[in-house]
């Protein structure tokens, strides 16, 4: 599994999944379950790897240089 996520991207992704589970504690009712989707972003993230990526061919972080 090859890294396709940025940095950028990857904060974004950490600080969008964060703000997402704070709801679970903020929110009240069913609504605060729908929070649990920022466990998404937050994993996508920190392991900087995005599965839906890979079939539309995006990659976000640059290509690493093989040695010659």
């Given amino acids: 599994m ?3 996520v940025g940095g950028i991207d990857r904060l974004l992704r950490i600080v969008a999944g964060l703000a997402l589970l ?13 929070g649990l989707i920022g466990l998404v972003p937050l994993l996508t993230g920190v392991f900087g790897y995005c599965p839906l ?4 061919g995006f990659r976000t972080c640059p290509l ?5």
């Fill in 2 to 4: 090859n890294a396709n």
């Fill in 22 to 34: 704070a709801a679970v504690a903020l929110l009240e009712g069913h609504a605060r379950w729908l």
């Fill in 53 to 56: 990526y890979v079939p539309f």
């Fill in 64 to 68: 690493e240089k093989k040695p010659s």
